[in-house]
């Protein structure tokens, strides 16, 4: 049997009895228009790390509340001893039990009527959370899984989902696929080994928020406090539906209240630029209420590359010193260097030819204290058979703060002091890990995120490579204060996060309660950013700065799989759907691409407020084509008007405004309906050209600054 809740809005939503078990949330509509396949329940899973699995929820009571509604649930576990820690070897730990009787607590589903004005709609429906309580067991984790298509089947709706592994445009179809989790390659979907992770972290490998659209609206589910959740959004091959698995992630407790996720429907035929405005208005509300809750500013887009050189081994006389760092050479611009003159070299020889070919924003490679510098010239044998590793890669970071090998704190300050009298943003790479092998774990083993094994956690790349670090402990002030040093001594005006997603989100330190990363890691952002390094970007999607991650150019059947990337997305689903690459800064490596037709993915990207730094087109001398050096001067001279922005109709391009300057890049071309008051000009590289008064056409592939006189 069913009983139907109502909220206000013309909110309907079904509760699945069957013999006073509560079987999930069937039938959802809003103003009369499903949300969701109600033949596919929405399922809660929950259980404790200690062997007991909840399988059946009973109803106890519904209950009408703050004009919404109370579900109160009897949740029975039962004891089954298969537990989620694991021993040495990834067998489960078995959780002993003086018997089989079932054990129960209270678990109370709470649903309230939610509404939002956005992008100029109305948007109603409901939000639902979650409130365990036990005197005798503690969770830490809860999970929903649910289907939600507009009209019941995701045919013919379209999903616009920004993440680091997926299409960020799905138009759905029973045929075709879809799928937020990371593979190891995109055609071994499928197989239960073809994951390196799942069940991702929101606002870091997938989009914080669901958007989907139709002929009869928009759908969108969010969370306006946002924390710790994790999930999966696919629709397979064969099926016409949408599935969504949110995990709640909190510290292990007998009391917990999970986040409140809103749904919400604005009725109503979109044409499509409409469609991703709203989803643009949506970006913008949330990820900037998240930015709030965590007191992080905005960063926006500027034309940013990394370095790219040679190391150049060289042989020391026998008479030198044993010392063979001194080996080492670094060939970049036109000069090759000693290893500690790199920097030197970088800010005399490089940054001025980066400048002049537009680019603003920039970072060496990494040059902190890490395995490389501190023992890297160690050997396996120095410690006997049975010692340890010695090294890693300049990942395997030791401290964040310049390694003399490089030159130090003085080689960097040269740097920036050079890099300020160009205008150009210096950063450097930072990550939520480090290695083993820092004297910070030796000191405090306490420090190091612990998995469910007992072991440091290492994600996919083992714990004798890098090691998570729990930002909860003190390492968070130390790491601070690195921080602070370099950039009082040194400077520093950016940060590039690399493994965000899959080492700072997704590792729970199971010898403390599972606590997770996000709240304390999002402080740091907070105070770093309060020190004076103010720009983030992040290789994930993030809404704290810049999503700046690599995608292969796999160009469907043409090529073979580009291993570089681990096969787990393709530039390809971005073609041709660059305003979905707003605030992203794309590390792309083109393959079997014309000239023409990467000028055009640069200019429809930079359109959006994106960019695309195409590693493949220069080498260590770092000259870039022509037309990119064009596109990039183009760029740095409207991007301080591109504050809003609407698509044009039928793919015509974009404008944004300031609320003063209006700023037009056109893909195709435009004739003004009439003259109009405000000055127009032509952007070029070399800066404004002043068109004629009468002037009402303009033309495609170029972009225009329209103004008060």
């Avoid at 007992?454 to 490579?465: C, D, L, N, S, V």
């Avoid at 990337?565 to 759907?577: H, I, L, P, R, S």
């Amino acid at each position: 049997m069913a009983q139907v809740l109502d909220l206000v809005g013309d909110t309907l939503i079904e509760v699945l009895d069957c013999g006073g078990e509560f079987v999930g949330i069937g039938n959802v509509s809003v103003d009369g228009v499903a949300l969701r396949n109600g033949a596919r329940p929405l399922a809660i899973r929950l259980d404790t790390p200690t062997g007991v699995l909840y399988t059946r929820l009973l109803i106890q009571q519904i209950v009408r509340c703050d004009e919404g509604w109370d579900i109160e649930l009897k949740a029975v576990g039962l004891p089954w001893g298969r537990g989620e820690y694991l021993d040495d070897y990834g067998q489960p730990i078995q959780w002993l039990s003086e018997d089989l009787e079932p054990v129960s607590d209270t678990l109370t589903l709470l649903i309230r009527p939610a509404a939002l004005e956005l992008g100029c709609r109305t948007w109603r429906g409901f939000s639902y959370a979650f409130r365990f309580d036990s005197d005798s067991r503690q969770i830490h984790r809860l999970q929903t899984h649910a289907t939600w298509e507009i009209g019941g089947r995701i045919t013919d709706n379209t999903v616009l989902s920004q993440g680091q592994c997926n299409k960020p445009v799905y138009h759905g179809s029973q045929e075709s696929l879809f799928t937020t989790a990371c593979l190891r390659t995109l055609d071994a979907y499928g197989s239960p080994q073809a994951n390196s992770f799942q069940l991702a972290s929101r606002c870091g490998l997938v989009q914080g928020f669901d958007f989907q659209h139709s002929p009869q609206g928009a759908l969108l589910q969010y969370w306006p406090q946002f924390a710790n959740i994790s999930s999966l959004v696919e629709s397979p091959p064969g099926s016409d539906v949408l599935h969504m698995i949110d995990e709640y992630r909190f510290d292990l407790s007998g009391q917990v209240q999970t986040l409140a996720k809103h749904v919400l429907f604005t009725p109503g035929e979109l044409q499509e630029h409409e469609a991703r405005d709203l989803w643009y208005a949506s970006i913008e509300h949330i990820y900037g209420g998240i930015r709030e809750q965590y007191h992080v500013a905005r960063t926006l887009v500027k034309p940013m590359v990394m370095m790219s050189y040679d190391a150049v081994l060289k042989d020391s006389p026998a008479e030198e010193s044993p010392d063979a760092k001194s080996r080492l050479n670094i060939r970049l611009a036109d000069v090759e260097v000693d290893h500690a003159k790199m920097l030197y070299a970088v800010a005399d020889s490089l940054l001025p030819r980066m400048v002049e070919q537009g680019i603003r924003r920039f970072f060496p490679d990494v040059i902190s204290e890490s395995d490389v510098t501190e023992l890297g010239l160690k050997r396996k044998l120095d410690d006997g058979m049975h010692g340890d590793l010695h090294c890693a890669s300049i990942c395997a970071t030791h401290r964040f703060f310049p390694a003399e090998y490089w030159g130090g704190i003085k080689a960097w300050r040269y740097l920036y002091e050079r890099a300020q009298s160009l205008g150009i943003e210096l950063g450097h790479w930072f990550a939520p890990h480090f290695s083993p092998r820092s004297p910070q774990y030796a000191e405090h083993p306490e420090y190091r995120m612990i998995d469910a094994m007992g072991m440091p956690a290492g994600g996919g790349y083992g714990f004798q490579t890098l090691v998570v670090a729990d930002w909860n402990t003190g390492i968070y002030q130390r790491t601070f204060d690195d921080m602070k040093q370099w950039h009082e001594e040194g400077g520093l005006d950016f940060l590039f996060i690399d493994s965000y997603s899959n080492m700072g989100m997704l590792q729970l330190n199971y010898s403390e309660k599972m606590r997770s990363n996000f709240a304390a890691f999002s402080r740091l952002l907070s105070d770093l950013q309060g020190i004076g390094i103010r720009s983030l970007t992040f290789e994930s999607i993030s809404p704290f700065g810049i999503n700046s991650f690599g995608v292969a150019d796999l160009r469907g059947d043409q090529l073979e799989q580009n291993r570089a990337v681990a096969g787990q997305n393709d530039f390809g689903w971005w073609v041709g759907e660059e305003d979905m690459a707003i605030d992203c800064s794309l590390f792309v490596s083109p393959r079997d691409r014309t000239p023409e037709e990467l000028s055009e993915f640069q200019f429809r990207a930079m359109a959006n407020r994106g960019y695309l730094a195409f590693h493949d087109l220069y080498d260590v001398r770092h000259i870039l084509p022509e037309w990119w050096s064009r596109a990039n001067r183009v760029y740095n001279l409207v991007s301080p008007h591109m504050k809003q922005r609407n698509l044009l109709p039928d793919r015509g391009g974009v404008r944004w405004t300031d609320g003063d300057t209006e700023v037009l890049w056109l893909y195709k071309d435009m004739t003004l309906a009439t003259r109009t008051v405000r000055q127009i000009e032509r952007v070029n590289e070399n800066g404004f050209e002043l068109l004629d008064p009468e002037t009402t056409h303009l033309a495609a592939w170029q972009v225009y600054r329209i103004r008060p006189y």
